[in-house]
């Protein structure tokens, strides 16, 4: 099993930053992928982004430019960056982890850190 600990969320202004963080612990194989999905209030869960041991990234479209993912495979973390926030980031932040390739789609996941983007 894999287990991961989220931290790093809170409220931010408009404009702000904040940086998660996740620490993934396992007793079977290496972690590949690790990332961040996101819900909001009423909406789909969606991709933010996703980073393999490698350090192929994926990110979703609405980030692109704003968030950096990062990882430091010998801790099992994966670091998100996030700047220039803005009120439709608001959301629970959800961290999670694969033994596969994919960066983008994970079979593990935290409990999820609150973020919220708000004047």
């Known amino acids: 099993q894999v287990q991961l600990v989220e931290s790093g969320g809170g409220l931010v202004q ?31 869960r969606e991709l933010v982004a996703g980073i393999t041991s490698g350090g192929t990234t994926k990110y979703g479209e609405s980030v692109k430019g704003r968030f950096d993912i990062s990882r430091d495979n010998g801790k099992n973390t994966v670091y998100l960056r996030m700047t220039n926030l803005k009120p439709e980031d608001t959301a629970v932040y959800y961290c999670g982890a694969t033994y596969y390739y994919t960066p983008d789609s994970f079979d593990y996941w935290g409990q999820g850190t609150q973020v919220t983007v708000s004047s």
């Open 14 to 44: 408009p404009g702000g930053s904040l940086r998660l963080s996740c620490a993934a612990s396992t007793d079977r194989f290496a972690i590949n992928a690790m990332g961040w999905y996101r819900q909001a209030a009423g909406e789909e």
